[in-house]
């Protein structure tokens, strides 16, 4: 018999992540997981880049902004909630909560989140980072 996952989003984070956000885990499959991140009003996460894994974003709560970095060039999005973004692998990326509540979104990573040693700080993201 197949067994199902399933998870309610919890109140505590179940971890923080190396960019310093908060991650609350919601599903764990064979290929992809996803996950909540929060971070609070006036924090900005640290510049990392992923080593294997890609990620799409859709964002449920808040306000920031969003640096987006490869070979190609860079951006600087405003996000906001019903706001969706792809982070494709080895993309440099930074986020930062500019509103008055907490900056919030669920993510999908592919294939699923392996560790912490995934992330790869970097050295050129344009904010400073509040942890």
């Keep these: 018999m197949a067994r199902f996952g399933h998870r309610i989003l919890g109140t505590h984070p179940d971890a923080i992540a190396p960019d310093g ?13 996803m996950a909540h991140f929060r971070l609070p009003p006036g924090a900005v996460a640290r510049a990392v880049r992923h080593a294997t894994v890609e990620e799409v974003w859709y964002f449920v709560a808040g306000r920031g902004r969003m640096w ?15 706001l969706s973004l792809d982070i494709p692998l080895g993309t440099s990326f930074q986020f930062r909560c500019d509103g008055d509540g907490p900056l919030e979104a669920v993510g999908a990573t592919i294939p699923p989140w392996p560790g912490p040693d995934e992330a790869i700080f970097v050295d050129d993201g344009p904010w400073e980072p509040t942890e």
């Design 21 to 33: 956000s908060e991650v609350r885990l919601l599903a764990n499959g064979a290929r992809a997981s």
């Design 68 to 82: 987006r970095k490869d070979e190609t060039g860079e951006d600087v999005l405003e996000v906001h909630s019903g």
